[in-house]
């Protein structure tokens, strides 16, 4: 490997280090249901695709959803055994 090979590793590999603590508190405020810097924006287009699918956003539809989507992967890789 050439020294332009070990430069983009070790850079790659500090910027995930130095992304990983904001992005995971970013994340940790979304699925918490918090108030995040994109919320003014997407906050309305969540609520109108809600109201166009006819979901509610309750921890019953999450899990649920949950649920939901376990047992399409279960079905999807039930045949490959």
Do not use: H
């Not at 921890?59 to 055994?81: M, N």
């Amino acid at each position: 490997m050439s020294v332009f090979d070990w430069v983009q590793i070790i850079l790659y590999v500090v910027i995930l280090i130095a992304l990983a603590k904001p992005l995971g508190s970013f994340m940790a405020r979304v699925f918490n249901g918090e108030r995040n810097f994109l919320s003014p924006v997407m906050a309305p287009v969540e609520r109108f695709t809600y109201r166009l699918l006819g979901t509610r956003r309750t921890r019953d539809e999450l899990e649920k959803y949950a649920v939901a989507v376990l047992l399409l992967a279960l079905l999807v890789w039930l045949p490959c055994f």
